[in-house]
């Protein structure tokens, strides 16, 4: 198990707790349903290099993970990274942390593949040219030259999913933090990516659906109804999640899991 000696990413008796949701417009039959806890009593020190986290729709992942930079503010115990509350120092923690969103289009903010891998380096390179340099290299590792200078909103999923990576891969975080990096993409690119991942040094947290690449990982947690039912090796709890889904019982008969319901215990779960 390989571990990442210079990253901590810490949780504490996590949970997190959202207020009622107002009724939409015209619904307001009923009344508001009350707070609703969507993580609890999460505690993983986490310093593997890759760790994984797995676990069925609405289950938490991607809450797990907006801790890390300080999206998500837990609502009792503590997140630390490297040291660092999130919540109280958002911007040290982003200086070292890199989110890769689910959506790509949540986080490309040029017009142009090239002119957002640019941005993104104005903070390690500050002469112009310096910047044009690498972000032409991070566009050729990524298959991504020929698509440089085309909008972004006319780039296939699968590729606008690639420039967002490239773009937080650009300034090379110590800690690189991937919601489903890998849903949009063909064979081909799902195996580019396997790669790329391979081939970095950082600290890898990714949430995916993808369990043969989450059993790759030297960590991995299974989330289920906001609680990690199961922490362990990777191929371990890649099984154990097989087993849950096999499990009608464990799952609510309607989407939108509650902590409420009853999460069989994983092994070394907290
Ligand atoms: N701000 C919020 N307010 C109310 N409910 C929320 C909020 N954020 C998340 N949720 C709910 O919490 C649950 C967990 O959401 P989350 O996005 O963490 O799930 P996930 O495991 O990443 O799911 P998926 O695999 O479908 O992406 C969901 O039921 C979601 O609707």
């Not at 994984?52 to 009792?76: C, D, E, F, Q, Y």
């Not at 957002?116 to 390690?124: A, M, N, P």
């Not at 990777?234 to 154990?240: K, N, R």
Request: aromatic share 4%.
């Amino acid at each position: 198990m390989s571990s990442s000696p210079y990253n901590r990413v810490s949780f504490t008796g996590v949970e997190v707790t959202v207020p009622a949701a107002a009724p939409a417009p015209g619904r307001g039959g009923g009344g508001p349903a009350g707070p609703r806890t969507i993580l609890q009593g999460i505690t993983a020190d986490l310093t593997e290099q890759r760790v994984a986290v797995i676990g069925g729709n609405g289950s938490g992942k991607s809450t797990l993970l907006r801790l890390v930079n300080g999206l998500v503010r837990p609502t009792g115990g503590q997140v630390l990274v490297n040291g660092l509350d999130p919540s109280a120092d958002g911007g040290r923690v982003r200086r070292q942390v890199g989110f890769v969103f689910t959506d790509p289009l949540s986080q490309l903010v040029m017009p142009t593949p090239r002119e957002d891998i640019e941005l993104s380096l104005r903070r390690v390179h500050r002469r112009g040219a310096d910047r044009r340099r690498a972000a032409e290299e991070i566009l050729a590792t990524y298959g991504l030259s020929e698509l440089a200078d085309n909008s972004i909103y006319d780039l296939s999923g699968g590729e606008r999913q690639l420039a967002a990576l490239a773009t937080v891969l650009a300034v090379d975080p110590r800690i690189l933090v991937l919601d489903e990096p890998s849903t949009l993409l063909d064979l081909r690119n799902t195996r580019l990516l396997h790669r790329v991942f391979e081939a970095l040094g950082q600290q890898l947290i990714m949430a995916t659906h993808d369990l043969e690449f989450a059993a790759e990982f030297d960590r991995a947690l299974v989330i289920h109804a906001g609680r990690a039912v199961f922490d362990g090796s990777a191929a371990d709890a890649v099984a154990f999640y097989r087993g849950l889904c096999a499990d009608d019982a464990a799952w609510p008969r309607t989407a939108g899991r509650h902590p409420g319901h009853s999460a069989p215990s994983g092994n070394g779960a907290p």
